[in-house]
């Protein structure tokens, strides 16, 4: 069984605990939070499940690392601490443990990875012998190896279209729906998400993986934005109040150019509510989806759809995302130390644990 570490216990690391206690080859050790008053409370009542698991939940980082575990999901947010994130992670790895986090956008693409991100842990790797794995659901999985498996499909492929069409109100984390991306505030407000050139820092890097694994050179990436106001206000069951007039829905591209053309795109369509751009693509049942579109011959789309949490559908592409991750630490325990991508590190069937219950 392989020793391994909850560190966050957020809407990723809920997921995280649940996803390590079902596997049959990883043992949940220990779980590190930040919020005092989650200390001493049991792993499983963290996780929403029925059930203790007989892990209480510690803040002492120096003493969960000093028992040497030979795994950590990070679930710790990167968004607004990306720093110290960082230093967490290559902590970890310098350990000598196998890391796996949705937590470093710019290193989902890891050999694209600026110097000052891919340098430390580069070197923890060689000092420790740990391996890093960054990845997610969007970008993620979404974004790299479900639209290549589907590109294998065709005849010709003319260009790759993945979009992530939600509505963020199911998204329960006020500080980057509000803040991060600007729902809620004044169109005047320049939200940091939606910046020039930083959804190609966070999404660019999907966009290189896709044209490594098709063979192609990118000309360049683009982005193209959108926003729109909301025509009312509208109150959220999760996420409270928004006023008429304020941001109410994004609509971006981040475009991977090949020989003068978009062949490579990543489109995000989110709203607060479904009343704001509706003349905007939407998903299926209103809540949210993520598709990947095929053009060319045969034509090829699939759109999936994860609930969890309640049939939420942001806890169900969280736990996406983490079964991502949470699947491959045994495969990394397996492989050499190193920095590794999704190109990397491949996507197995549920081996063992096809009817298994949570013990």
Not at 189 to 196: F, H, I, S
Request: hydrophobic share 40%.
């Amino acid at each position: 069984m392989i020793s391994t570490v909850v560190w966050g216990t957020g809407n990723v690391g809920r997921a995280a605990i649940r996803a390590v206690e079902a596997h049959p080859a990883l043992k949940l050790a220990h779980v590190l939070v930040h919020d005092p008053g989650k200390v001493g409370r049991d792993a499983g009542a963290l996780a929403g499940l029925d059930r203790h698991l007989g892990v209480a939940a510690t803040d002492d980082i120096e003493a969960v690392l000093a028992t040497s575990p030979r795994a950590v999901v990070y679930a710790a947010s990167g968004d607004i601490r990306p720093d110290e994130a960082l230093a967490d992670i290559t902590r970890a790895v310098a350990g000598g443990a196998v890391v796996v986090t949705p937590a470093l956008y710019a290193l989902y693409d890891q050999r694209g990875a600026p110097p000052e991100l891919r340098e430390p842990v580069l070197a923890a790797v060689a000092g420790g012998g740990g391996s890093l794995f960054v990845s997610g659901v969007d970008p993620g999985w979404g974004n790299d190896v479900l639209p290549l498996l589907m590109s294998g499909l065709g005849t010709t492929v003319d260009a790759i279209r993945c979009q992530e069409i939600f509505d963020y109100s199911t998204y329960d984390q006020p500080d980057s729906v509000r803040h991060l991306i600007g729902m809620g505030h004044p169109m005047e407000y320049e939200p940091l998400m939606l910046a020039a050139s930083v959804p190609t820092m966070v999404w660019g890097g999907q966009i290189r993986l896709m044209a490594r694994a098709l063979g192609v050179e990118l000309d360049d990436i683009r982005e193209t934005m959108a926003r729109r106001p909301l025509e009312s206000t509208v109150t959220t069951r999760t996420m409270g109040e928004f006023e008429a007039g304020t941001q109410g829905a994004v609509r971006f591209e981040v475009q991977g150019i090949v020989e003068g053309e978009p062949r490579i795109v990543i489109e995000h369509i989110t709203r607060i509510h479904p009343s704001c751009a509706p003349d905007w693509p939407s998903p299926p049942d209103g809540a949210g989806a993520h598709r990947v579109i095929i053009e060319g011959r045969p034509r090829i789309e699939v759109t999936v759809e994860a609930t969890d949490e309640g049939e939420n559908r942001s806890a169900g592409g969280n736990a996406t995302a983490v079964g991502r991750l949470v699947n491959a630490i045994d495969w990394l325990v397996e492989a050499e130390p190193g920095l590794y991508d999704a190109l990397d590190v491949p996507l197995r069937p549920a081996a063992g644990r096809l009817g298994r219950k949570q013990s």
